[in-house]
């Protein structure tokens, strides 16, 4: 006569199996959005490089046309700017200090993006002495999120490390992966204040031979202030 199993170990052996199944169906699941995610990646990329080679070639042939007329073509007023803080807290006024720490430039060679209009023009005024900033373009913008871009995930500061971080985070305003983030980034997009939420200040290296003053202004041969799109070389040496 066969010895008859104990009702708990049925159920645990049943539980076991169903655990097994959810996990199985889960991942599942996981692998079919992680493909689903890398074949948007891929298709958006292609796009977002195909604007960005338009806008150049427009850009071109605009200054071409006026030069042509004999008259100068004048940008667009710029959308985006890159702030860098060169110089320590010894000496900050209450005010700056105050804007520094809402801007998240809490230390010396961090690095964050902002929109400009006239409210962080102005504050920008009062800050000059102590950061420099410009505008950059999408490699900068692009190298800055690849190899120094970090997220903020549970007020804890987080290396990204796959489009999945960006797609559970983003995914509600339609930014699902590293191209995505870089694109809402550069162009200013509509969701650009979640998008730059979602990024923690860069941490950057001091740049490769030093600043040569820091106390003198970009446009007086020193280091503070705008240098319009000499930020990106600037970038460059620090990353």
């Known amino acids: 006569m066969s010895k008859q199993v104990p009702e708990t170990i049925k159920k645990q052996s049943k539980r076991s199996f169903n655990s097994k199944e959810v996990k199985k169906e889960k991942n599942e699941k996981r692998m079919k959005l992680l493909k689903e995610i890398q074949t948007k990646a891929f298709k958006r990329a292609e796009k977002y490089e195909k604007e960005y080679l338009e806008q150049e070639q427009k850009l071109v042939e605009l200054k071409q046309k006026a030069l042509k007329e004999g008259s100068f073509y004048r940008e667009p007023e710029p959308k985006l700017a890159f702030i860098i803080r060169i110089r320590g807290i ?44 410009g505008y950059p373009d999408v490699e900068t913008v692009r190298a800055l999120i690849y190899k120094r871009g970090h997220a903020r995930v549970n007020h804890q500061r987080k290396i990204i490390d796959s489009n999945e971080m960006i797609y559970d985070k983003l995914q509600k305003y339609d930014i699902v992966c590293m191209e ?60």
């Open 90 to 133: 010894v000496g900050v006024p209450p005010k700056p200090r105050k804007i520094l720490q809402l801007l998240r430039l809490r230390r010396i060679y961090s690095g964050v993006f902002i929109r400009l209009n006239k409210s962080s023009l102005r504050m920008l005024h009062f800050i000059d002495p102590y950061v420099t900033w």
């Open 180 to 239: 995505d983030l870089v694109h809402e980034i550069f162009t200013v997009g509509k969701n650009f204040k979640h998008a730059n939420s979602f990024l923690w200040a860069f941490k950057l290296k001091p740049p490769v031979g030093g600043f040569s003053t820091v106390k003198k202004s970009f446009v007086n041969k020193g280091e503070h202030g705008n240098r319009e799109q000499y930020i990106n070389t600037l970038v460059k040496k620090m990353i």
